[in-house]
């Protein structure tokens, strides 16, 4: 069990020595969220844990008769997931990503990747997304862009917990790196979650096809429909219009 | 005995607690009316530019030929079977939107696309009909 201000994770997880974190929280697209659960079915990965705070809604999923925290840990082989059925609340993300990040320190899980998705306006004119990385330190966003084949994403702006989390990871000096595929903004973006797939097999060690995923694309759209909408609703509060921005020059 | 003072922080939550119970109360309504109608209400946006609304509509699940869309001056009413039933099935099997536009449209430049499950709209407003070029002296 971990703890930092009004954060609680609990986990039984087995050893996460050398493991990556993959973190797929609801945001642009979904497209975290479609990846990361696409990845814990695909490879059977176990449930080990939970987070729980009196800053999460009095909500609990009931899923086959079993009653089931919103956010949830999951471990593998090589990977370890973070899973939510709910769009972080805004008072939650900073204490949230201090805690994933001394959490994962604690057990020495080397890197904390964040999937998402960057809202592209033309997204509709777009057949194959692009997938772009960016880490808390130079080193990091090399080995990510090296090992995704992705580009760098050069300049611009992250909002919302993956932000934060970059922030820790770069006061911290952690390995804390975003992987993005372009998607559309508010809707459930399944081709952009299964080309962000396509590049992480160096990441999670192991090839997965996605074929599944993109046969079953449809259904996901109609199934995440509620869960977008709720997302979409909270984006507003974390600004993330302005990863449609650039920054200013000369800074 | 005497009031406590608001922090600005108090003021913060407090808008942060309004937000959130709006952003509830549309949500609801979305399930009510999906409630009511037995239709799926769909994901949809839309951007204004000056001479137009982009409405776009998220329809998985339906087929081109079966979208029904109406465009009158003021609002536009989309109808569309979807093929799929809804895994959660609490609701029917088909998409109903109606949306009231802000500004009154020319219903006859209406042009519509449907790539990918993703249905575009645009419509041309009434005032950005052009004027008349005048020469500058």
Known sequence: ?251 | MMARRRSPWDWLREIEREIEEEAERLIRQVKEIEVKTGCITPLYDVVETDGEFIVSVDLPGSDKSEINLEVKEDRIILEAPCKRPSPTSRHGNRYLLQLKLPEEIEPEETKARYQNGVLEIKLTKKSARRGVRINIQ
């Not at chain 1, 990747?113 to 990091?140: H, Y």
């Open chain 1, 1 to 251: 069990m971990s703890v930092e201000g009004s954060v609680v994770i609990y986990d039984n997880i087995s050893d996460g020595r050398g493991k990556v974190l993959l973190e797929g929280f609801p945001d642009v697209g979904l497209v975290g969220s479609i990846a990361v659960s696409f990845l814990i079915e695909k490879l059977k990965l176990r449930e080990v844990g939970y987070v729980d705070s009196d800053l999460l809604p009095p909500v609990v999923a009931i899923h086959n008769t079993r009653v089931r925290d919103l956010i949830r840990i999951y471990e593998g082989d090589r990977i370890v997931a973070m899973f939510s059925e709910i769009p972080i609340p805004m008072p939650l993300i900073r204490p949230l990503s201090r805690e994933i990040v001394t959490w994962a320190e604690k057990h020495e899980i080397g890197r904390v990747v964040c999937l998402t998705g960057l809202a592209e306006p033309r997204r509709l004119d777009i057949e194959t997304p692009k997938v772009f990385v960016i880490a808390s330190n130079e080193r990091f966003t090399e080995y990510l862009a090296s090992s995704t084949g992705a580009e760098t994403l050069k300049d611009g702006y992250i909002a919302g917990i993956n932000a934060e989390l970059l922030k820790v990871g770069a006061r911290r000096g952690s390995d804390v790196g975003v992987i993005l595929a372009q998607s559309h903004f508010n809707y459930p973006d399944p081709g952009a979650a299964a080309q962000l797939i396509k590049h992480l097999p160096k990441i999670i060690g192991e090839e997965v096809d996605i074929t599944p995923l993109l046969e079953s694309a449809e259904a996901i759209r109609m199934q995440m429909r509620d869960l977008m909408r709720r997302t979409a609703e909270s984006m507003g509060a974390v600004q993330k219009s302005k990863e449609l921005e650039l920054p200013p020059v000369y800074l």
